[in-house]
Protein backbone atom coordinates (compact mmCIF):
# COMPACT_ATOMS: atom_id res chain seq x y z
CA UNK A 1 0.00 0.00 0.00
CA UNK A 2 1.31 3.27 -0.65
CA UNK A 3 0.17 7.00 -0.39
CA UNK A 4 0.79 9.90 -2.10
CA UNK A 5 3.47 13.00 -0.85
CA UNK A 6 4.49 16.25 -1.70
CA UNK A 7 7.40 14.78 -3.27
CA UNK A 8 5.51 11.43 -4.92
CA UNK A 9 4.74 8.36 -3.88
CA UNK A 10 5.75 7.46 -0.44
CA UNK A 11 5.88 3.75 0.65
CA UNK A 12 3.74 2.21 3.74
CA UNK A 13 6.14 1.87 6.11
CA UNK A 14 5.74 -1.70 7.64
CA UNK A 15 7.99 -3.26 10.15
CA UNK A 16 8.72 -6.42 11.42
CA UNK A 17 10.04 -7.42 15.00
CA UNK A 18 11.95 -10.96 15.87
CA UNK A 19 13.56 -11.12 19.12
CA UNK A 20 16.88 -12.17 18.06
CA UNK A 21 18.53 -12.65 14.64
CA UNK A 22 22.20 -12.59 13.33
CA UNK A 23 21.73 -9.56 11.01
CA UNK A 24 19.00 -7.52 10.62
CA UNK A 25 20.95 -6.25 7.47
CA UNK A 26 21.98 -10.13 5.68
CA UNK A 27 18.46 -11.19 7.18
CA UNK A 28 16.65 -7.77 4.36
CA UNK A 29 19.33 -8.85 1.74
CA UNK A 30 17.79 -12.26 1.51
CA UNK A 31 14.18 -10.86 1.80
CA UNK A 32 15.56 -8.20 -0.49
CA UNK A 33 15.87 -11.39 -3.05
CA UNK A 34 12.62 -12.61 -2.64
CA UNK A 35 11.21 -9.95 -3.44
CA UNK A 36 10.43 -8.01 -0.22
CA UNK A 37 9.17 -3.92 -1.18
CA UNK A 38 10.68 -0.70 -0.54
CA UNK A 39 9.34 0.26 3.11
CA UNK A 40 9.57 -2.60 4.87
CA UNK A 41 11.39 -2.92 7.86
CA UNK A 42 13.02 -5.58 10.16
CA UNK A 43 13.93 -5.08 13.51
CA UNK A 44 15.59 -6.92 15.85
CA UNK A 45 15.25 -6.95 20.07
CA UNK A 46 19.28 -8.42 19.71
CA UNK A 47 21.58 -9.55 17.10
CA UNK A 48 24.56 -12.14 17.41
CA UNK A 49 26.70 -11.28 14.38
CA UNK A 50 25.66 -7.40 13.79
CA UNK A 51 28.41 -5.83 11.19
CA UNK A 52 29.25 -2.06 11.40
CA UNK A 53 31.41 -0.34 8.41
CA UNK A 54 34.26 -2.19 7.11
CA UNK A 55 33.50 -5.49 8.24
CA UNK A 56 33.23 -4.34 12.06
CA UNK A 57 31.56 -6.22 15.01
CA UNK A 58 28.50 -4.13 16.13
CA UNK A 59 27.64 -4.94 19.60
CA UNK A 60 24.35 -5.75 19.88
CA UNK A 61 22.80 -6.17 23.48
CA UNK A 62 18.86 -5.86 24.16
CA UNK A 63 17.56 -2.02 24.65
CA UNK A 64 19.20 -0.54 21.56
CA UNK A 65 17.87 -0.48 18.13
CA UNK A 66 18.96 -2.88 15.27
CA UNK A 67 16.82 -2.61 12.20
CA UNK A 68 17.27 -2.42 8.09
CA UNK A 69 15.04 -1.26 5.42
CA UNK A 70 15.59 -1.06 2.11
CA UNK A 71 15.51 1.12 -0.87
CA UNK A 72 14.46 -0.38 -4.51
CA UNK A 73 16.77 1.43 -6.99
CA UNK A 74 14.75 3.27 -10.15
CA UNK A 75 16.93 4.14 -13.19
CA UNK A 76 16.21 7.93 -12.80
CA UNK A 77 17.37 8.04 -8.85
CA UNK A 78 20.74 9.70 -7.44
CA UNK A 79 23.66 7.82 -6.65
CA UNK A 80 23.00 5.16 -4.89
CA UNK A 81 26.16 5.99 -2.52
CA UNK A 82 24.46 9.16 -1.72
CA UNK A 83 21.40 6.99 0.85
CA UNK A 84 24.46 7.31 3.08
CA UNK A 85 23.37 11.07 3.59
CA UNK A 86 19.23 10.20 2.93
CA UNK A 87 19.58 7.91 6.04
CA UNK A 88 22.00 10.26 8.60
CA UNK A 89 19.16 13.14 8.08
CA UNK A 90 16.40 10.82 9.14
CA UNK A 91 17.99 9.93 11.90
CA UNK A 92 19.51 13.20 12.72
CA UNK A 93 15.93 14.31 12.72
CA UNK A 94 14.73 12.00 14.72
CA UNK A 95 17.46 12.09 17.03
CA UNK A 96 16.91 15.49 17.45
CA UNK A 97 13.17 15.46 17.76
CA UNK A 98 13.54 13.23 21.23
CA UNK A 99 16.30 15.03 22.42
CA UNK A 100 14.13 18.75 22.13
CA UNK A 101 17.28 21.59 23.34
CA UNK A 102 20.18 19.23 23.06
CA UNK A 103 22.18 18.84 20.19
CA UNK A 104 22.87 16.06 17.67
CA UNK A 105 25.69 16.56 15.36
CA UNK A 106 26.13 14.72 12.27
CA UNK A 107 29.71 13.28 10.97
CA UNK A 108 30.48 12.77 7.40
CA UNK A 109 29.34 10.78 6.09
CA UNK A 110 26.68 9.22 8.46
CA UNK A 111 27.74 8.91 12.35
CA UNK A 112 25.31 10.99 14.78
CA UNK A 113 27.40 12.42 17.59
CA UNK A 114 25.90 13.47 20.83
CA UNK A 115 28.25 15.53 22.64
CA UNK A 116 31.08 14.50 20.46
CA UNK A 117 30.34 10.97 21.06
CA UNK A 118 29.12 8.56 18.70
CA UNK A 119 25.05 7.78 19.50
CA UNK A 120 24.49 5.40 16.56
CA UNK A 121 26.13 3.70 13.16
CA UNK A 122 24.99 3.25 9.73
CA UNK A 123 25.38 0.30 7.49
CA UNK A 124 24.59 0.59 3.38
CA UNK A 125 25.31 -2.80 1.45
CA UNK A 126 23.46 -3.44 -2.22
CA UNK A 127 21.68 -6.42 -3.67
CA UNK A 128 20.82 -6.17 -7.16
CA UNK A 129 18.27 -3.34 -7.48
CA UNK A 130 17.99 -2.99 -3.72
CA UNK A 131 20.04 -1.09 -1.09
CA UNK A 132 20.01 -2.29 2.20
CA UNK A 133 20.16 0.46 5.16
CA UNK A 134 20.98 -0.78 8.22
CA UNK A 135 20.75 1.21 11.46
CA UNK A 136 22.29 0.92 15.12
CA UNK A 137 21.19 2.99 17.25
CA UNK A 138 22.43 3.28 20.80
CA UNK A 139 19.18 3.89 22.78
CA UNK A 140 20.18 2.12 26.25
CA UNK A 141 23.61 1.19 26.53
CA UNK A 142 26.70 1.98 24.75
CA UNK A 143 30.27 0.10 23.91
CA UNK A 144 32.91 1.41 25.77
CA UNK A 145 36.11 -0.13 24.43
CA UNK A 146 36.18 1.80 20.83
CA UNK A 147 38.56 3.82 19.70
CA UNK A 148 36.29 6.29 20.21
CA UNK A 149 33.85 7.84 22.97
CA UNK A 150 30.73 6.54 22.29
CA UNK A 151 27.44 7.36 24.58
CA UNK A 152 23.32 6.81 24.71
CA UNK A 153 20.55 8.18 24.35
CA UNK A 154 19.05 6.99 28.60
CA UNK A 155 22.63 8.40 29.52
CA UNK A 156 21.17 12.32 27.98
CA UNK A 157 18.05 11.54 29.77
CA UNK A 158 15.95 10.64 26.73
CA UNK A 159 14.42 6.93 26.55
CA UNK A 160 12.62 6.00 23.82
CA UNK A 161 10.68 2.37 23.24
CA UNK A 162 12.52 0.95 20.37
CA UNK A 163 9.23 0.15 18.38
CA UNK A 164 8.12 3.87 18.78
CA UNK A 165 11.43 4.82 17.69
CA UNK A 166 11.47 2.97 14.59
CA UNK A 167 7.98 3.50 13.52
CA UNK A 168 9.31 7.09 13.42
CA UNK A 169 12.14 7.05 11.93
CA UNK A 170 10.70 4.87 8.87
CA UNK A 171 8.48 7.69 8.87
CA UNK A 172 10.93 9.97 8.27
CA UNK A 173 13.42 7.54 5.71
CA UNK A 174 10.25 7.49 3.72
CA UNK A 175 10.15 11.49 4.02
CA UNK A 176 13.45 11.89 3.06
CA UNK A 177 14.01 8.84 0.33
CA UNK A 178 10.52 10.81 -1.06
CA UNK A 179 12.30 14.43 -1.57
CA UNK A 180 15.75 12.84 -2.58
CA UNK A 181 13.95 11.06 -5.66
CA UNK A 182 11.54 14.08 -6.28
CA UNK A 183 14.16 16.90 -5.68
CA UNK A 184 17.50 15.13 -6.13
CA UNK A 185 20.28 15.64 -3.87
CA UNK A 186 20.70 19.30 -3.18
CA UNK A 187 17.84 19.09 -0.33
CA UNK A 188 19.45 16.58 1.52
CA UNK A 189 22.98 17.96 1.05
CA UNK A 190 21.78 20.72 3.03
CA UNK A 191 20.23 19.17 5.51
CA UNK A 192 23.01 17.29 6.03
CA UNK A 193 25.44 20.38 6.51
CA UNK A 194 22.81 23.00 8.28
CA UNK A 195 23.42 19.31 11.23
CA UNK A 196 27.10 18.45 10.56
CA UNK A 197 30.60 20.31 11.69
CA UNK A 198 30.75 23.48 10.31
CA UNK A 199 33.11 24.21 8.05
CA UNK A 200 36.67 24.95 9.30
CA UNK A 201 36.48 21.63 11.23
CA UNK A 202 39.33 19.95 11.39
CA UNK A 203 39.20 16.05 10.48
CA UNK A 204 41.35 13.20 10.39
CA UNK A 205 40.44 11.19 6.95
CA UNK A 206 41.51 7.43 7.42
CA UNK A 207 41.33 6.42 3.69
CA UNK A 208 40.24 2.10 2.70
CA UNK A 209 44.05 2.07 1.47
CA UNK A 210 45.32 2.57 5.08
CA UNK A 211 46.72 6.08 4.87
CA UNK A 212 45.34 9.06 6.45
CA UNK A 213 44.74 13.03 5.84
CA UNK A 214 44.61 15.91 8.18
CA UNK A 215 42.77 18.88 6.86
CA UNK A 216 40.17 21.05 7.12
CA UNK A 217 36.64 20.35 6.40
CA UNK A 218 35.38 22.46 3.86
CA UNK A 219 32.34 21.28 2.65
CA UNK A 220 30.27 18.49 0.37
CA UNK A 221 30.42 18.19 -3.03
CA UNK A 222 27.56 17.74 -5.41
CA UNK A 223 28.01 13.96 -5.16
CA UNK A 224 28.24 14.19 -1.34
CA UNK A 225 31.65 13.59 -1.19
CA UNK A 226 33.60 15.18 1.88
CA UNK A 227 36.41 18.02 0.57
CA UNK A 228 39.56 18.08 2.96
CA UNK A 229 42.06 21.30 3.05
CA UNK A 230 45.00 20.00 3.53
CA UNK A 231 47.89 22.15 5.30
CA UNK A 232 49.66 22.69 1.90
CA UNK A 233 46.74 24.81 0.51
CA UNK A 234 45.38 22.20 -2.18
CA UNK A 235 41.77 20.34 -1.38
CA UNK A 236 41.05 16.19 -1.69
CA UNK A 237 37.63 14.38 -2.52
CA UNK A 238 36.99 11.84 -0.24
CA UNK A 239 34.23 9.47 -1.29
CA UNK A 240 35.24 6.80 1.35
CA UNK A 241 37.14 6.56 4.71
CA UNK A 242 36.56 6.54 8.44
CA UNK A 243 36.62 10.53 9.51
CA UNK A 244 37.58 11.34 13.12
CA UNK A 245 37.33 14.89 14.40
CA UNK A 246 40.55 16.64 15.89
Do not use: C
Amino acid sequence: MEHGGGQGIVPIVTVRTVAETGSTNADMIALAASGAEEGMWLRAERQTAGRGRQGRAWQSPPGNLYASTLVRLRPEDPPPATLALVAAVALEEVVSAYLGHQAARLKWPNDLLLGGAKLSGILLERSGDAIVIGFGVNLAHHPVDLDRPATNLAAHGVTPDPDDFVATLGEAVARWVGRWRGEGLGPVRDRWTLRAHPSGTALTARLPDGSALDGIFERLDNDGALILRLADGTARVIHAGDVFLI
